[in-house]
């Protein structure tokens, strides 16, 4: 479970710049596998593009420490490149070595303070160390850089959600949502509600989303978490007869078979 959720939010880290599998200048993502070598040593007169290539296709592999060899040869080659140390950054957080991703990532943001995918990534790993205050410095630093990325704000909602602060938290998802509807699809079940402490909080979860699902007029995604939230032992279920966010999902007749079925909690 804690490989999955940590998958989600490498998702979540290039969502917009590109997902996987696809490349960008400032990466991809994988699956946390265990690290192993396969790749012969990087050539001395190779390129630094042709060591980033390289680099990318052992990443992608899941050969991380190869895929570090390439990329700190093409990092000595091309010295206080954020880009590069952004790659690094990426391959060390997918091994969980979370000092040196800090490191790298820091060198990323002094390399190009504007790098706000940089920031972005280093809230992930204030937040895989469940500090969560730290983690939302973070993402409102890459906020701040770019207002337009459905991924940071989702991550910055993940952060205050973790701390129990709600109303915070659907203020970032609800902006999330609206820079892109389909935000949580791919990042919310596998996602903090993978990491959710208890029960109560992921049925809560769910409960959230589904009201912003339901205010967005999109109405088979609300009623999924709804159901989710009643599997998961929502104990506030009856408040969706009286908030707002639901007052058109009331009239949809899968609404009414739902609540009229109520689908029992799943032990955990």
Request: charged letters at 30%.
């Amino acid at each position: 479970m804690y490989r999955r959720s940590l998958l989600c939010l490498l998702t979540l880290i290039f969502f917009a710049a590109p997902q996987l599998p696809a490349q960008s200048p400032s990466g991809g993502q994988v699956q946390v596998e265990p690290p192993m070598k396969r790749a012969d040593p990087p050539s001395a007169g190779a390129s630094v593009q042709d060591l980033v290539d390289r680099g990318d296709e052992l990443r992608s592999e899941k050969f991380y420490l190869d895929a570090l060899d390439y990329y700190r040869a093409a990092l000595a080659q091309k010295p206080n490149d954020a880009s590069l140390d952004n790659r690094i950054g990426i391959v060390e957080l997918l091994m969980e070595h979370w000092k040196d991703a800090r490191k790298a990532f820091n060198r990323a943001t002094k390399a190009d303070r504007t790098f706000a995918d940089a920031y972005n990534n280093l809230g992930v790993v204030e937040y895989e160390q469940k500090k969560y205050g730290a983690a939302i410095k973070q993402y409102e630093n890459a906020i701040r850089l770019r207002d337009d990325m459905a991924s940071y704000y989702s991550n910055l909602g993940a952060a205050y959600f973790s701390k129990k602060d709600f109303e915070d938290a659907s203020v970032a998802y609800a902006h999330a949502l609206q820079l892109d509807p389909d935000i949580f699809e791919h990042s919310s079940r596998m996602g903090v509600s993978a990491r959710l402490p208890s029960p109560e909080d992921r049925a809560h979860f769910d409960y959230e989303m589904a009201k912003l699902y339901a205010k967005a007029g999109i109405n088979d995604r609300s009623l999924e978490h709804l159901r989710r939230a009643m599997e998961e032992g929502y104990k506030g279920i009856d408040d969706v007869y009286k908030d707002k966010e639901f007052t058109e999902l009331r009239k949809d007749p899968r609404f009414v078979q739902l609540m009229a079925a109520r689908p029992p909690a799943i032990p955990e």
